[in-house]
């Protein structure tokens, strides 16, 4: 009975258009789908069709790792902050830090105030120095020429190095801050996510590790920034600067950048 029901539906011939037509309806779609709107990205080779196929259908073109294979993650830092790493050098070790710091004087300044848009290091916190300079060493923040000077750095070196720079006179800005401060610097952007600025890096209060920013160069400022947004720098323990710069809009990061830097910048105590 069944069987007669099925030749009798398939001699229909809009029945069997109907059929025809979905299942070309079907392949155009897979077609689309899996292979041709996969082979317009700029990936599509990487991995093999397969994979392409597989990113299209959001699904794993492997289910498992390869026995003793683990997935590759990228570490941000392995540096732990504590309050040790705060403290005030004695002049031996701050003797100890100039006497290194000779090494640093090309980029950062005779007196760690740079005139080649390298950081400031002048009065910038210990623990933030130390944290950079161990990174650097690490290979958990890239740059050739501080990972290859870090890299011959004992801990001591580096402790003596944060002390000294940390005992020298930081700039500090005369600008009237309320009038000139960005609304990202003073308030943030709730709505995004984006915290003061002013609530890490000074202003309304510190964050330990976090840097001393006033009268730093602007071009630097804009590239770490602009850096942290890409994820080419990521070494801020739990991504909390990558977290905040890839909501800010270029003309935002800019705007901040300005603001650190802006000129009116004397030597004095914070």
Not at 8 to 19: G, K, P
Not at 44 to 64: E, H, K, N, Q, Y
Not at 97 to 103: I, K, R, S, V
Request: neutral net charge.
């Amino acid at each position: 009975m069944m069987e007669r029901e099925a030749v009798y539906a398939w001699s229909n011939r809009w029945f069997r258009y109907s059929v025809l037509a979905l299942c070309a309806l079907s392949l155009f779609s897979l077609l689309v789908g899996f292979v041709w709107l996969p082979s317009v990205q700029g990936d599509f080779g990487a991995g093999g069709l397969w994979a392409s196929i597989c990113r299209a259908a959001g699904v794993p073109d492997t289910w498992a790792p390869k026995e003793g294979a683990l997935p590759a993650r990228r570490r941000s830092t392995d540096v732990v902050l504590n309050r040790d790493m705060a403290r005030a050098g004695t002049s031996e070790a701050i003797g100890r830090g100039a006497t290194l710091a000779l090494q640093c004087t090309m980029c950062h300044g005779a007196r760690g105030l740079s005139e080649a848009n390298a950081p400031n290091l002048a009065g910038q916190y210990p623990e933030v120095i130390i944290k950079q300079l161990i990174d650097f060493r690490n290979g958990d923040r890239i740059s050739a020429v501080m990972q290859a000077l870090a890299s011959r750095l004992s801990d001591r070196d580096i402790d003596d190095l944060a002390v000294y720079y940390a005992y020298l006179p930081a700039l500090r800005n005369t600008a009237a801050e309320d009038a000139h401060m960005p609304l990202l610097v003073k308030v943030g952007s709730p709505m995004r996510n984006i915290a003061p600025c002013a609530s890490c890096h000074g202003g309304s209060e510190r964050k330990l590790g976090a840097p001393w920013l006033e009268g730093m160069p602007s071009e630097y400022l804009t590239a770490q920034l602009k850096n942290f947004a890409s994820g080419s720098r990521h070494n801020d323990g739990l991504a909390q600067m990558r977290n905040m710069v890839r909501a800010m809009s270029g003309d935002e990061i800019d705007e901040v950048a300005r603001f650190y830097a802006r000129q009116e910048a004397v030597v004095g105590a914070r």
